[in-house]
């Protein structure tokens, strides 16, 4: 699990650093064009942190773009 979260937690910086570069609003327009999306099917018998990956990932998320909110921003739509 480990393994899969670095390399989650690596994309999902880099996106946002690519974010915070296009600053300026005609800039955001052309956000969406540069979102590369990471796809990944984690699997495992029970008991082997799928569900604890998943939550992990979650307060990843809301840490990195909204990170003094303390508001939960990232709702689960598939959950386990």
């Known amino acids: 699990q480990k393994r899969i979260f ?3 937690k690596s994309h999902l ?4 650093e690519r974010e915070d570069l296009l600053e300026n609003e ?3 327009l052309l956000r ?3 979102i590369k999306p990471l796809r990944m099917f984690i ?3 029970g008991g082997t942190g799928k569900s604890f990956l998943k ?3 979650k307060c990843l998320v809301d840490d990195i773009w909204h990170p003094k909110s303390g508001e939960i ?3 689960i739509v598939a959950p386990t």
């Not at 910086?13 to 946002?16: A, C, G, N, V």
């Open 43 to 45: 699997s495992g018998v």
């Open 32 to 34: 969406l064009d540069n």
């Open 73 to 75: 921003m990232c709702a």
């Open 26 to 28: 005609s800039s955001r």
């Open 6 to 8: 670095d390399k989650i």
């Open 13 to 16: 910086i880099s996106q946002k």
């Open 55 to 57: 939550e992990a990932i």
